[in-house]
C-alpha cells in the first residue's frame, strides 16, 4: 500500500503554518524576544505563505496527473467536489465550534 502523504512535505508546511502564526502574533512575540526586528517576523509570513501554497500547488498538481495516468483525462468537477468533501466539514465545525465559544 502507497503512503498518501509526503512527511517531508508535511514537516515543511507545519514550519510554513508556524512562520505565518509567529507573523500574526507579532505584536506578542517582538515584546518577548526584542533582539529580532518587526521586519523579520513579517517575512516570515510572507514566506510562509509563499511556501504553503507553493508546496499546495505541487501537491494538487500531482493528484491531477495520478488521475491523468490513471483514466486518461481530468475532471476539475470530481477533483473540487473531492476538495468540498474533505475540507467543508472541519470548517463548519470550526463555525460551530466559534458560534459556541461567541455564545457563551
Known sequence: MKPRNI???DGL?????GMVIAAHMSGVVAQRI???PFW????????GVQTFFV?????ITLILL???NATGT???GRFYFRRALRI?????????ASLVLTLA
Do not use: D, H, T
Not at 40 to 47: D, I
Not at 88 to 96: K, N
Open 74 to 76: 481530468i475532471s476539475l
Open 55 to 59: 508546496i499546495s500547488g505541487f501537491l
Open 40 to 47: 523579520l517576523y513579517v517575512a516570515w509570513g510572507s514566506l
Open 34 to 36: 526584542p533582539l529580532l
Open 66 to 68: 495520478k488521475e491523468l
Open 13 to 17: 508546511r507545519a514550519i510554513s503554518v
Open 7 to 9: 512527511p517531508s512535505l
Open 88 to 96: 467543508f466539514p472541519p470548517f463548519y465545525a470550526y463555525l460551530a
